[in-house]
């Protein structure tokens, strides 16, 4: 049984417990912690040899040894702190013409407690580093991968369920995996609560940068602003905790530079010294990681602090706010947004002198002071001693670095900003309320492409939907009874003169069966294959609240023969479906005669024997293509109808391309209502069946809150600006 995140914390305390006081033999050798390396190689191999519950048994030691390892370190600094504090105290007394003395023995004293300490838990080989290899796998939570594979064979489903989980937050293109996860959530036995991130609580930072982000997307200010200030706080501690690490870890000495070197001891030591400080330096890119990804957020602790004094002001904490932009300033002293927005919260404060007078946050400030005494010896070492540092910093002040190594800072400074300005630009930002990446709950359906694989935010791929017998069936429906120009006002081609649509409602597909022109059961698939489709988006896409139908339409485009030749439109041009695109301003205009309602998109595809007719998403420029996707039978394809999804059809340049098309809402109001009146013919006594799945805020679709918001906000840079009243965002 797969253990809950709060006893998580309890069980790998457990295992360290017994790591560190098992069973010793005369030597007490065996009562050490082993390297967590060899622990791993060993599970691996044992894998590979199929030898299951050995394998889950050995890598669960590596992941309990590795943790064990680092909480050991971190004791050991801290119990450590205070040893040879009295050679320093020397120092600053007319005994400190000894300074060097005093210095060396203060370092030994510091040297021999942590050698002691961590020796007592640690053994020798399990203090060396491992290698960058191990460190990947690590890192890349491949480690899960093994586990999951592991368990299921020994037929633990909600311990694969737990490793699949975490693996998956760290790669989520891996669709192998995505659909691994779908099938354990079929699998009797197998709960939703199964599906944890075991690494929870080594990532809480980035759980609570989340959750702050949602919370101000549902404008809730005040909880907001508690949990930015709970999201710094937890960034600070992960990053001394890193430090930590730089300090007690294994460090390989510095080499001499050349064969016949001619560095003496202080030049080894202050390489030591800035390969430290470098280390610890780096810890701001680390923290700023998340799991998974190649590259850290710029201005991680900038950005939270920027966004957590928008929150406090609109929550009403004014005086909090102007603390916290007293924080922000000390990054960026000159911004003048900064500045500006400080003179807003004065003003509105009044004659409030003592929060007029309000001091940054000690920590915040403590931090900064350090940081930036750090870069000052980094960057003189680059100057002097021939060291090479790269800053993770933005916001590193000109005058910390030397003269003569400025222009190549202000260059390197440029790249980094162009960069994070390009990320901003090409960010987009959807505000529809979805969130991808919920659970698909019918069987044999397959997640294809998700938004890595087609370049946005709110898209998905799912084949599976329908089989080939009904896919024959509504083809042989819409062949039969589709009238030319249905759900066009009659036009025949709307979209180009070289197709013409054949179209058939739901409504009209009843009253034909009615009049004995069509099965019944044919009209009722089409109903049917609306709701399938509806119910797979809405828990896909965690729609918050009900999902309606607001119009579905049976579709097939016909390229006209011998009118091919020479072709460059688009079957459907390039639109947004609830917007009024402007591609030469990138604009896209919320008002009549948009379907300004509908908020989510999808068609559900019956044939593929023809040439063309690719669903294409486009920037909002309408011609620079981000994906394509080829229709096939039972090809479902969903994303959010908002100008976060410019798209249109490619040119049908031969045969028939026959789909359903359907367009959603989260406004009861905009339900289609003749869809209910079809419904209503069709439940017992004429009235429609209750759907608890369209109840506000229930449904299918009431998947878990998302446990990432980063169709909210852009993964790079800082939103800077002015505080300013609410406004849409398009």
């Known amino acids: 049984m797969a253990l809950p995140p709060d006893l998580f914390a309890v069980y790998v305390a457990s295992q360290v417990l017994l790591l560190c006081a098992g069973s010793a033999n005369s030597d007490g050798v065996s009562s050490l912690l082993q390297p967590y390396d060899f622990l791993y190689y060993a599970g691996v191999r044992s894998y590979f040899n199929g030898q299951w519950a050995k394998a889950a048994e050995l890598i669960e030691r590596s992941l309990v040894t590795k943790e064990a390892l680092f909480k050991v370190r971190s004791r050991c600094y801290e119990e450590c702190g205070t040893a040879g504090g009295d050679a320093l105290q020397k120092l600053d007394t007319e005994e400190g013409s000894l300074w060097d003395l005093w210095a060396l023995d203060w370092v030994q004293k510091k040297a ?3 050698r002691f300490c961590v020796g007592r838990s640690v053994s020798h080989v399990g203090q060396l580093p491992v290698s960058t290899d191990i460190e990947y796998e690590f890192g890349s939570r491949n480690v899960y991968n093994f586990l999951q594979v592991t368990y299921y064979k020994m037929e633990k489903l909600t311990k694969a369920a737990a490793a699949s989980q975490t693996y998956f937050v760290a790669n989520p293109t891996h669709l192998e995996m995505r659909n691994n996860i779908e099938k354990y959530r079929r699998m009797e036995g197998v709960t939703d609560e199964d599906f944890y991130d075991r690494e929870m609580e080594s990532e809480k930072h980035w759980f609570l940068y989340d959750s702050a982000l949602q919370l101000e997307a549902a404008s809730k200010w005040a909880q907001a602003a508690d949990e930015w200030r709970a999201c710094v706080n937890e960034t600070l501690r992960k990053m001394e905790e890193c430090r930590v690490q730089c300090v007690v870890a294994a460090q390989r000495l510095p080499e001499d530079r050349g064969v016949d070197g001619v560095d003496g001891v202080f030049e080894k030591a202050a390489a030591l010294s800035l390969s430290l400080l470098s280390c610890q330096q780096s810890c701001v890119t680390q923290v700023a990681t998340r799991p998974g990804r190649i590259s850290s957020q710029d201005d991680f602790l900038p950005t939270q602090l920027e966004h957590m004094h928008i929150a406090q002001f609109k929550a009403g904490d004014v005086s909090g706010a102007v603390q916290t932009l007293r924080s922000l300033l000390l990054f960026y002293p000159s911004d003048k947004d900064s500045v500006d927005n400080l003179q807003l919260y004065q003003e509105t404060l009044g004659g409030d002198k003592e929060s007029h007078d309000s001091q940054p946050v000690q920590e915040i400030a403590r931090y900064v002071k350090r940081s930036l005494q750090e870069k000052e010896l980094l960057y003189f070492g680059m100057e002097n001693l021939n060291y090479t540092f790269t800053d993770p910093d933005l916001w590193t002040p000109e005058d910390v670095v030397p003269e003569s190594l400025r222009e190549m800072w202000k260059a390197e400074k440029e790249k980094m900003t162009e960069k994070t300005n390009e990320d901003e630009q090409q960010e987009e930002v959807d505000d529809s309320g979805f969130y991808a990446g919920g659970p698909i709950r019918q069987v044999g359906v397959t997640i294809t492409m998700d938004e890595l694989l087609l370049n946005g935010t709110n898209r998905v791929v799912l084949d599976g939907v329908m089989t080939d017998k009904e896919c024959e069936r509504m083809l042989q429906l819409a062949a039969a009874v589709a009238s030319a120009g249905d759900g066009y006002r009659g036009r025949r081609s709307p979209h180009t003169p070289h197709e013409t649509l054949d179209g058939l409602t739901l409504l009209r597909a009843v009253k034909l069966a009615q009049d004995g022109l069509v099965n019944q059961t044919d009209a009722k698939l089409l109903h049917e294959l609306g709701e399938r489709a509806r119910l797979l988006l809405h828990s896909y896409f965690r729609s918050p609240s009900g999902l309606f139908v607001a119009f579905a339409h049976l579709v097939c485009r016909n390229a006209i023969e011998g009118d091919q030749e020479g072709r460059m439109d688009l079957s459907h041009p390039v ?22 309602h509908r908020d989510l998109s999808a068609v559900l595809y019956l044939n593929d024997n023809f ?16 994906a394509r996707v080829k229709p096939t039978c039972g090809r479902l394809v969903g994303f959010s109808s908002g100008p976060i999804n410019p798209h249109g059809v490619a040119a049908v340049t031969k045969g028939r391309r026959c789909a359903l098309a359907l367009w959603f809402t989260k406004d009861k109001l905009y339900r289609d209502v003749e869809r209910e009146e079809v419904e209503k013919g069709w439940a017992p006594g004429g009235q429609a069946a209750a759907r608890t799945d369209d109840k506000e805020g229930g449904g299918d679709g009431g998947a878990p809150a998302p446990r990432n918001v980063r169709n909210q906000a852009p993964a790079k840079g800082r939103a800077r600006g002015r505080v300013t009243v609410g406004k849409d965002e398009l």
Do not use: M, S, Y
């Open 575 to 596: 639109h947004v479906d609830n917007c009024l695109l402007e591609p030469d301003t990138r604009q896209c205009w919320k008002e009549p005669p948009a379907f300004v």
């Open 611 to 626: 040439d063309g007719g690719e669903l294409i998403f486009t920037n909002r420029d309408a011609k620079t293509v981000t």
């Open 112 to 114: 021999e407690c942590l």
